[in-house]
């Protein structure tokens, strides 16, 4: 008999420990399994373009590929708009300065220059005589006589001073350009025949004047 008690809760356990065990792998059983995504369906949504063509996917509406639109676009901006494609690099002759007794210098091909920008004398005329602040005067012949001793290099800066406020377009860079003046508002547009821009330019003010000794002692002598 006591052989047997002893073996007895020995199953009994054996019996509680496989009971538990079963439990477990049930509990595991029952967990959540991911849903599946349909492979069908995904690999149509990957690959419809994909599977086209490569000249069907680039075509547009109506059925013209983008490189055809873009040849096309070119052709005609290069037939209706030459001056864009085809620039001719304005070349303007430097200013000829010389001396002219002691106290004034003249500018020889000052109609010339005047005529290659399409500029009126008289603009070009009254820019110069406000940036040196000086005086001067246009012959008969066109040319420009101003009043002091400025060598041709300070000349030729304030003339391309004056070429890109007044002759350059600020849009396409170009020299094609025209300057017309309002008479109700009184001010200067510039309109360029190459890209159609029209734009404002601002007014000529008078700059430094240097006043000479004979000037001084006339100020002098009217006080």
């Known amino acids: 008999m006591t052989e047997d008690a002893a073996a007895t809760p020995s199953t009994e356990e054996s019996a509680e ?7 477990l792998t049930k509990i595991k059983k029952k967990k959540k399994k991911k ?3 349909d492979d069908t369906s995904s690999k149509v949504a990957t690959n ?3 599977d086209q063509p490569a000249e069907e996917s680039t075509n547009g509406a109506n059925g013209y590929s983008y490189k055809l639109l873009l040849d096309r676009m070119y052709a005609q901006l290069t037939e209706n708009n030459p001056d864009l494609i085809n620039k001719k690099r304005a070349v303007l002759r430097p200013p000829e300065v010389m001396r002219v007794g002691t106290s004034k210098i003249l500018w020889a091909n000052f109609p ?5 920008m399409k500029r009126d004398p008289e603009h070009v005329f009254r820019f110069f ?17 101003i009043k002091g001793k400025y060598v041709p290099k300070y000349i030729e800066s304030l003339l391309k001073k004056y070429i890109a406020e007044y002759v350059t377009c600020s849009m396409c860079r170009g020299v094609q350009t025209n300057l017309v003046r309002d008479n109700v508002s009184r001010m200067y547009f510039m309109h360029c025949a190459s890209c159609g821009a029209t734009k404002t330019v601002t007014a000529i003010k008078a700059g430094y004047h240097a ?9 002098r002598a009217n006080a």
């Open 48 to 50: 419809g373009l994909a």
């Open 129 to 145: 005589l406000a940036e040196l602040g000086t005086t001067g005067s246009i012959d008969a012949s066109g040319r420009f006589t």
């Open 35 to 37: 849903p599946q995504v």
């Open 112 to 116: 010339e220059i005047c005529n290659m």
């Open 211 to 219: 006043t000479g000794r004979g000037e001084r002692k006339a100020a």
């Open 17 to 23: 420990v496989k009971d538990m065990l079963e439990r």
